[in-house]
């Protein structure tokens, strides 16, 4: 089972880019598929940036052009760049780290889970 930390999160005007770093441990990093996640107030734990194994990028429309996903195996980290950032971004970011391809919504019984980061976009 591998562990993941978040960091990075924070406050941040809208049009602002903030960079979030995963750092993962206990297993060997590049056997995973690794993602981000976002959950705001009463919504699901929906995908926002994925990378697999071989370096393959998936994002859906929302944040495409805006998010960039990328991972260092050297580092056993992975971050998400996300610029030109709107109030709708706002949520509670998780890394994710799975053996099996990353679906569009999270649950907790798959793979894991770091414990989040808050990013909150507002003037």
């Known amino acids: 089972q591998v562990q993941l930390v978040e960091s990075g999160g924070g406050l941040v005007q809208p049009g602002g880019s903030l960079r979030l770093s995963c750092a993962a441990s206990?297993?060997?990093?590049?056997?995973?598929?690794m993602g981000w996640y976002r959950q705001a107030p009463g919504k699901q734990r929906e995908l926002v940036a994925a990378?697999?194994?071989?370096?393959?990028?998936n994002y859906p429309d929302s944040v495409k052009g805006r998010f960039t996903i990328s991972r260092d195996d050297a580092k056993n980290t992975v971050y998400l760049q996300m610029n030109s950032l709107k109030p709708e971004d706002t949520a509670v970011y998780y890394c994710?780290?799975?053996?099996?391809?990353?679906?569009?919504?999270?649950?907790?019984?798959?793979?894991?889970w770091g414990q989040g980061t808050q990013v909150t976009v507002s003037s």
């Open positions: 994710n780290a799975d053996k099996f391809p990353l679906m569009p919504i999270g649950t907790l019984g798959r793979g894991s």
């Open positions: 206990g297993s060997i990093f590049s056997l995973y598929n």
């Open positions: 990378i697999t194994r071989g370096g393959s990028r």
